[in-house]
């Protein structure tokens, strides 16, 4: 659940979030320094590591590494994924180049980024690609018309519990995978969406900051309708802001999105009665979902909102409000005075970051949204040896058996639960690297030279690709993000967890280094996604990925309690004064970040296989361990993408990360941390959960 570092921003009808296109905001972490093992020069050594653990593993990075302006952070996970996009960029370089000799996927992959790589060809087209879209919904005369245009535009771009994207500018996100109560078969999930911000509180919080974004964004909004060639660009930006609003004020928070117990199984028939005011037959209809006997509604409440505000909103507002998220969904297609505003508001004024970045990075990255395992293919093929496979997936099971004898430790659980967790961490399906089967893209037409239709086209094959699995029998060994991505997740409904090639490689994970190293790092974060099968969401999912209570009462009293415990200590944290870390939001991954830390330290403690701990470098193997674990949170973020990070993400900021090194008791022992240090915890005020 929620992949260990991801960041999301934005609506778009691709499967692929605004962060990826404007700058790099990818995964966990990673250093420079090529040589194996942590960076000393990188460490601040004239902080006390019980006074503020970040600053001194990282505090000579944090002065001396300035945030490149194309940037909104900038850290280990930015340097990695910087690495692994010009390795994406040789390869599809490549297949460019091969012409009438590539494969098919290949040429498929050299087209779609040629075409977007085609400056000129995308001028000169100006807006008509976008026209018949445009005019058609100009064309709506009514309800059902407006119902029937939503859902044409309803894509599979959100993720409620494996990548956590909550995030759609259409009026419902789809996601299509297991029910919640039935692992068996497949679902589609309606989630809330409608907003160009990120999140309902932009509309509606009084902050002095947030009142600043709206104003620009209402701007933004008519700079939009004028570029486009609308007449009254102003009043339709203002019915559009207004609408948004309305949407917001009926929008579930954040942290009630993260519940999984309030989503609800309708069927088309209780779709009118709970839900009153759209047309749900020609949405469902258009939508694609005619045959669906049955949805998820993921925010039932929400969902009903919105359905009575298509009924209640003035029509001619919801047509520009459909104008304007189509031109938005298209703009980084679209001629350079498109591409330029977009960026201006989501990128500078909503995430601080100075320049656009490169043209040649942004198409890397569309490529990979849209053709994923194409590209994924030729990385594996060239990137990943299989002997770094096979040394990943004996650390992963280094990993599972330190986590089973956690349990068995366990002082506080009962027998009974005992059994019930350990069958699921028996059955918990591990993908590394790769996945099983490839995707078979020869259903998507890429047309050289068409940017937006090749765009458009594939998010809409992606859309018909999760619609098929309503149809098909349950694949656990699905994966839910490319080999090329520098992250990792775990799929609670799947009851697995994949492994991405392009996150086994340094820093993380280093055949060169040492142990400790390598257990701070690649183990953390192994361990990381593991306990996601057990922190405050994954813990409610059985073994079969089924949403069911397997714990005895005071068991999960128990377990709550330490939970609500590490929410208070987060909700401690004020990057700025009038702003703290919200514990509630970032729970699951909090709980993940101890328990897998403390599962990484066992077992490197084993690997050692009562050996002699070394000394290197003046610090113990211990030391070692942890101040690894802290460099693979080195990160440097933006004011305001800090802000928006605190409102809208399920992971607190990285230097917190790191500090929840307080919560194990070896820590302490590691560098004889004192009672009177910043960083100290009484030891009955320690979290390790589990
Ligand atoms: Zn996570």
Known sequence: MAPMKLSLLGGLTLPMTLAMILTAVPACTTRKSVTAGIDLAGMDKSVAPGDDFNAYTNGGWIKSTPIPADKSSYGIDAILTDETRKRTLSLVEDAAKAGETATVDARKIGDF???????????????A??????????????????????????????????????????????????????????????????????????????????????????????????????????????????????????????????????????SRADLPKNAPGLD?????????????????????????????????????????????HSIEDAASYLPKAFVDERFDFYGKSL???????????????????ALGDAVGKLYVNRYFPAETRAKAQAMVADLVKAFNQRIDSLAWMSPETKVKAKQKLETLKVGVGYPDQWRDY???????GDALGNAQ?????????????????????????????????????????????????????????????????????????????????????DAEGRLANWWTKADFDHFREAGQALAAQFDAYRPFPDLAVNGQQTLSENIADVAGLLAAYDAYRISLAGKPDVVRDGLTGDQRFFISFGQSWRSKVRDAELRRQIATDG????????????NLDSWYDAFSVQPSQKLYLAPNHRVPVW
């Open 113 to 127: 980024y040629s075409s977007f790589m085609d400056e000129g060809a995308i001028e000169s087209k100006g807006i």
């Open 129 to 266: 690609t976008l026209k018949p879209q445009l005019d058609a919904v100009a064309a709506i005369a009514d309800r059902r018309a407006l119902a029937r245009s939503m859902g044409a535009r309803l894509r599979a771009d959100v993720d409620a519990l494996n990548n956590t994207n909550f995030e759609t500018g259409n009026l419902f996100g789809v996601w299509v995978t297991q029910g919640l109560a039935d692992p068996s078969h497949a679902y589609p999930y309606l989630l809330q969406g409608g907003l160009g911000l990120p999140d309902r509180d932009y509309y509606l919080s009084k902050s002095p900051q947030m009142e600043e974004l709206r104003k620009k964004y209402l701007k933004h909004i008519e700079t939009v309708f004028k570029l486009s060639g609308f007449t009254e660009p102003d009043r339709r930006a203002a019915r559009v802001f207004a609408l948004e609003t309305a949407i917001a004020g009926v929008h579930a928070t954040r942290v009630e999105s993260e519940d999984v117990h309030t989503p609800a199984l309708w």
């Open 280 to 324: 749900w037959a020609a949405l469902l209809e258009a939508a694609g979902l005619n045959d669906a006997q049955s949805i998820i509604a993921w925010q039932p409440k929400a969902i009903s909102g919105l359905s009575a505000l298509s009924a209640k909103e003035p029509l001619d507002a919801w047509k520009d409000w459909l104008a304007f």
């Open 351 to 369: 995430s601080g970051i100075p320049e656009l970045r490169p043209r040649w990075q942004r198409g890397i990255d569309f490529t990979n949204g």
């Open 442 to 448: 020869s259903g998507l037409e890429i047309v050289k």
């Open 457 to 541: 086209r594939a998010g809409l094959w992606e859309y018909h690709y999760q619609l098929a699995k309503l149809h098909q029998p349950i694949d656990r060994g699905e994966w839910w993000m490319t080999p090329q991505t520098v992250n990792a997740v775990n799929l609670p409904l799947q009851n697995a967890l994949n492994f991405p090639a392009a996150i086994i490689q340094p820093p993380y994970f280093d055949a060169n280094a040492d142990a400790a190293h390598n257990y701070g790092s690649m183990g953390a974060v192994i361990g990381h996604e593991i306990s996601h099968s057990f922190d405050d969401q994954g813990s409610q999912f």
């Open 651 to 662: 992971h607190a900021p990285e230097q917190y990360r790191a500090d929840t090194v307080r």
